[in-house]
């Protein structure tokens, strides 16, 4: 600029430059000034963001400022401050930044008094600027750091001037060294993204509205019609017709509700554009389109009323709409039609019912339609649709899944406790069998979904699963209980015969035959639930514990490691061959020691059936050994020999059996010995007696041919009584011998003994069974 050249604009726009010989690497920039005659009054926009620009980017900020616009507004530039202050801190994050105020044409008035005026009117700037809640009590310390340096008038003080620009210019050099001039260089950018990151920030700063401040006319123009286009919303909110459409719509739909809306808005719209014709045209018609937005507008609350009543009326239409759907599809679903069919046709009926119905509810002001709440109601029906679909869908796995429970529960948990080596095949074609017939109804009914295929393949497979999953299921239930199954097994085939009567232990039974076939049994049954067997794979499982159990083997013993001692328990395992880790029911470990402790709960039995037969064979063997028979035929042959020379002899041995066999059958001599032997001698010594008499007494009778009916008899129990009284005899052997008295008096003659004696050993042979 040349000053005899007349005053005009130096700088345009922004320039930049690399600083000659100032150490680090600085980069200056040169704005343009501000209240420039060129732009004019009404164009202030480029200064703000030219200054909003630099307090961005620059670590350091030169602000010129003439020494006597010190503590005035607007030559000292406070309303610029305060409004890039402002957005500066809405649009970037803080930075600390170094604001050198450059005074220039210093006067006689001393520095230390203008320097706090200066930082004072700086610091009321930043207390007045609108701050982020998160900065809301940040002192200006903690965004800028403010100097101040003063400069002499260049025209009458030219070497001081140019001396002091010297001082000026080394306070650069090394700037960002700790206390240098520079801020503290926080989110400082590498050189590579200078461009980049200078250009991201100005094109913020270009889309930023708040710098651009209008010209006096146009804010005059914007205040006066936003007055109007307020109270005319204010008469709206008020006005009678408008507040009985509005109860209208909240109880229900409105016949001809858009036209009678249109017509209410209508009239305050156009007193608006009579009372605001002289103002700007511009500003007139954008109040005018805020107008009919904020009357239609959801996001302005204090007008809500308009836009509210819309809504009711819109939203009873959508939810009588989506009723009848719920409705309709309920119908169809009931009548048989197809889930798929039903849907599409009740969506169909209900929304060409809902658009008809907007069409009468249209508000010619409003720019919006029913578009967007008709997704919505289709977004709520397709929603109703999914849900009900769910639940039908959920309805019918659960009432197959509930059928394929009763079909396979009971007969697999049947088939289980029958347990034989047709026990998994007869498994597999229960479960193929129930689940196909299930699988084949459900596609019969799944198919009015019209479903995708994966779906429906899916669906499918889960209802396999399941059914598979009750098998395993009860499979694992009686798998717990497989210790009690087969000492049920055992005691069953144990304790009955072929016929399934209970066993009497005679003496004549194979007791060890008896207790391997048992114990065969209850291992296979162990067997059949050592594993799952749903997979037609075979399997060692029943080899293996049979030959490792019952035989007391290996069979998969090699001849060398026989040869050498050695021996290989495949039961020592905790996996079976062949046989997948999901499907292991039992290891083999695991039966190993089920099979050691069912035999030692099984042992008391066996014990038991062997005393009992030991026993019957004791009771009914009354002649003693062969050695004894032989032994008494050789000492006694010349006795016997004897007694074949007389007959004699043999009358009276005859006669004496027949008293002796009298006698045993009288006496009941096994009963007596069943208790024991001491009980046995005493009661039959106490008995002896009374039993021999009352068997002369009626063989004396017999030879007399007297009879006794009628005619007073002395007992020999009467008789014995006496003698018990006499002898102390205890009173419970005296009320046996009495009864056994009692019986022996209905005998007269020996045809009756022979019967009593028949008596007594059938008696005697159903006690011991």
């Given at each position: 600029m040349d000053a005899f050249a007349g005053r005009s604009q130096t700088t345009k726009g922004i320039w930049m430059a690399k600083c000659v010989g100032i150490e680090p690497f600085t980069l200056v920039m040169d704005l343009e000034g501000t209240d420039g005659r060129e732009r004019g009054e009404d164009d202030t926009t480029f200064e703000k963001?030219?200054?909003?620009?630099?307090?961005?980017?620059?670590?350091?900020?030169?602000?010129?400022?003439?020494?006597?616009?010190?503590?005035?507004?607007?030559?000292?530039?406070?309303?610029?401050?305060?409004?890039?202050?402002?957005?500066?801190?809405?649009?970037?994050?803080?930075?600390k930044t170094t604001l050198l105020f450059v005074i220039r044409d210093k006067t006689k008035t001393p520095m230390d008094l203008l320097e706090p005026v200066l930082r004072e009117d700086i610091q009321k700037i930043w207390?007045?600027?609108?701050?982020?809640?998160?900065?809301?009590?940040?002192?200006?310390?903690?965004?800028?750091?403010?100097?101040?340096?003063?400069?002499?008038?260049?025209?009458?003080?030219?070497?001081?001037?140019?001396?002091?620009?010297?001082?000026?210019?080394?306070?650069?050099?090394?700037?960002?060294?700790?206390?240098?001039?520079?801020?503290?260089?926080?989110?400082?950018?590498?050189?590579?993204?200078?461009?980049?990151?200078?250009?991201?920030?100005?094109?913020?700063?270009?889309?930023?509205?708040?710098?651009?401040?209008?010209?006096?006319?146009?804010?005059?123009?914007?205040v006066r019609c936003e007055e109007i286009a307020n109270e005319k919303l204010h008469h709206l909110a008020t006005d009678e017709s408008w507040l009985e459409l509005q109860k209208a719509a909240e109880d229900g739909l409105v016949p001809g509700f858009g036209r009678k809306l249109s017509s209410i808005l209508e009239k305050y719209i156009s007193e608006y554009d009579a009372e605001a014709i002289y103002f700007d045209e511009g500003v007139r018609?954008?109040?005018?389109?805020?107008?009919?937005?904020?009357?239609?507008?959801?996001?302005?609350?204090?007008?809500?009323?308009?836009?509210?009543?819309?809504?009711?009326?819109?939203?009873?239409?959508?939810?009588?709409?989506?009723?009848?759907?719920?409705?309709?599809?309920e119908q169809s679903l009931n009548q048989g039609k197809g889930f798929a069919n039903a849907v599409r046709d009740a969506q169909q009926s209900c929304l060409l019912v809902f658009d008809k119905a907007c069409e009468d509810a249209a508000v010619k002001q409003a720019t919006w339609n029913a578009s967007k709440v008709r997704e919505k109601l289709s977004r709520d029906i397709h929603s109703h649709a999914s849900s009900a679909q769910t639940a039908r869908l959920s309805e019918l796995t659960a009432n197959y899944e509930k059928r394929l429970t009763q079909a396979l529960s009971e007969p697999v948990e049947s088939l289980f406790e029958a347990g034989g080596k047709e026990t998994w095949p007869s498994i597999r074609t229960l479960l193929k069998r129930e689940t196909e017939a299930a699988v084949t109804d459900f596609l019969d009914v799944v198919t009015g979904f019209e479903l995708d295929h994966a779906t429906i393949d899916d669906m499918v497979q889960n209802l396999k699963d399941y059914s598979r999953s009750i098998v395993e299921k009860k499979a694992r239930e009686e798998a717990a209980k497989i210790l009690i199954r087969m000492k049920d097994r055992f005691s069953t085939v144990f304790s009955h015969d072929k016929d399934s009567m209970p066993r009497v232990w005679t003496g004549k039974e194979d007791i060890r035959a008896i207790t391997k076939d048992a114990r065969a049994e209850a291992l296979s049954l162990l067997s059949v639930m050592a594993a799952i067997r749903l997979d037609e794979r075979p399997d060692k499982i029943e080899s293996t514990l049979f030959s490792s159990l019952m035989d007391g083997t290996v069979s998969n013993t090699s001849s060398h490691n026989r040869r050498l001692g050695a021996f290989t328990d495949p039961l020592a395992s905790s996996s079976w061959e062949k046989v997948p880790p999901k499907d292991v029911l039992l290891t083999p470990v695991q039966c190993k020691s089920l099979w050691r402790q069912f035999k030692s709960e099984t042992e008391y039995t066996v014990t038991q059936a062997i005393s009992a037969q030991e026993a019957h064979k004791r009771n009914n063997n009354w002649l003693p050994p062969a050695w004894a028979i032989v032994l008494m035929f050789v000492l006694g042959f010349n006795e016997l020999m004897m007694l074949l020379k007389n007959p004699l002899y043999l009358l009276g041995l005859f006669v004496a059996f027949l008293l002796c066999k009298a006698l045993w059958v009288q006496l009941d001599v096994p009963r007596e010995f069943q208790h024991g032997a001491l009980a046995g001698v005493l009661s039959i010594t106490s008995k002896f007696l009374p039993t021999v008499m009352n068997l002369l007494r009626k063989l004396?009778?017999?030879?007399?041919?007297?009879?006794?009916?009628?005619?007073?008899?002395?007992s020999a129990s009467q008789s014995y009584r006496h003698q018990s009284h006499s002898h102390s005899i205890p009173e419970s052997v005296s009320s046996n011998i009495s009864s056994l008295a009692d019986d022996d008096a209905e005998y007269s003659s020996p045809a009756l003994v022979q019967r009593r004696s028949t008596s007594n050993v059938r008696e005697t042979e159903i006690s011991e069974m």
């Open positions: 963001q030219s200054a909003l620009f630099a307090l961005a980017v620059a670590d350091i900020v030169l602000i010129n400022m003439w020494c006597h616009d010190i503590g005035r507004e607007q030559a000292a530039n406070k309303p610029l401050l305060k409004t890039v202050f402002q957005v500066m801190l809405r649009l970037f994050s803080p930075r207390d007045l600027v609108r701050k982020p809640e998160a900065h809301k009590n940040t002192p200006l310390s903690e965004f800028f750091n403010v100097e101040v340096v003063a400069l002499s008038s260049y025209e009458d003080k030219e070497k001081v001037f140019k001396q002091e620009v010297a001082e000026l210019r080394q306070r650069f050099f090394h700037s960002i060294s700790p206390g240098g001039l520079a801020g503290d260089r926080r989110g400082v950018v590498p050189a590579s993204g200078f461009s980049f990151s200078s250009q991201e920030i100005w094109k913020v700063i270009k889309e930023n509205r708040d710098l651009d401040l209008p010209a006096h006319k146009v804010m005059v123009a914007t018609k954008e109040k005018r389109l805020q107008l009919k937005s904020k009357a239609l507008d959801v996001r302005v609350p204090p007008y809500l009323v308009c836009v509210l009543c819309i809504c009711y009326h819109v939203g009873h239409l959508r939810s009588n709409a989506l009723e009848s759907f719920k409705i309709r599809l004396a009778e017999e030879a007399q041919g007297k009879t006794t009916q009628g005619v007073p008899e002395y």
